[in-house]
């Protein structure tokens, strides 16, 4: 069964760090790509930015850059999403997803562009 | 970047019901669009990708179409499960999701 498992809740005090983790079993890490999205209480879904867990390579939305870093362990398939500089307003429910894309894959279309598999998601509450 | 706008942003309606909601894209994207649905506490789960392909799993009552920049999710025949949160999503251009359209019982 090819499923993400996600670290569980945080607690962090603003200008801290956090690091969510992502496990991925059913499926080796480092064949598609992964995605991480957040999604604050009752808004929308926001997209931070994906790995190609195979090379290392990353993409991140230029809202995080500077502040986010996404990381893989493949000897234990694990993603990591580390967040710095922490805001009140960075509290949310975070998402590891896998993408459709297949990490070697050079000549892609549309149909390698979407999240299949999505971890539980991880809360993170800032508060002083 | 490019902006999604889903309509309506809240629907009203009936197990039975056909249910078509709406998502515009500031500029092109080709077929480069994904339906998810989500409901209260859980992740968002895939529908429908490359604009019209139904994901493996997902009901046939569920479609998507369109191109360039206005699609429509369908929902031909609305089931008691169906009430949630449906999000478009953009990968033509980095990542964008639409603002999302709540489905609640009428």
């Known amino acids: 069964q090819v499923q993400l498992v996600q670290s569980g809740a945080e607690v962090k005090k603003p200008g801290a760090s956090v690091r969510v983790s992502c496990k991925a079993s059913?499926?080796?890490?480092?064949?598609?790509?992964l995605y991480w999205v957040r999604q604050a209480p009752g808004q929308g879904l926001e997209w931070m930015g994906w790995i190609n867990p195979n090379s290392g390579v990353t993409n991140y939305a230029q809202k995080f850059q500077g502040r986010v870093s996404m990381t893989r362990d493949t000897s234990i398939s694990t993603a990591y999403m580390d967040l710095r500089r922490l805001r009140s307003d960075d509290a949310a429910v975070y998402y590891c997803?896998?993408?459709?894309?297949?990490?070697?894959?050079?000549?892609?279309?549309?149909?390698?562009?979407?999240?299949?598999?999505w971890g539980q998601g991880t809360t993170v509450t800032v508060s002083s | 970047d490019i902006q999604l706008t889903q309509s309506p942003s809240f629907l009203s309606a009936s197990v039975g019901d056909r249910v078509t909601i709406t998502c515009r894209a500031s500029?092109?994207?080709?077929?480069?669009l994904a339906w998810y649905q989500q409901k209260p506490g859980k992740a968002p789960k895939l529908l429908i990708y490359a604009a019209s392909t139904l994901q493996s799993g997902v009901p046939s009552r569920f479609s998507g179409s369109g191109s360039g920049t206005e699609f429509i999710l369908t929902i031909s025949s609305l089931q008691p499960e169906d009430f949630a949160t449906y999000y478009c999503q953009q990968l033509y251009t980095y990542v964008t999701f639409g603002g999302g359209t709540k489905v609640e019982i009428k």
């Open positions: 500029q092109g994207i080709r077929s480069y």
């Open positions: 059913g499926y080796t890490l480092t064949d598609f790509y």
């Open positions: 997803a896998r993408g459709k894309r297949e990490s070697l894959k050079t000549v892609v279309t549309s149909a390698d562009y979407a999240m299949d598999v």
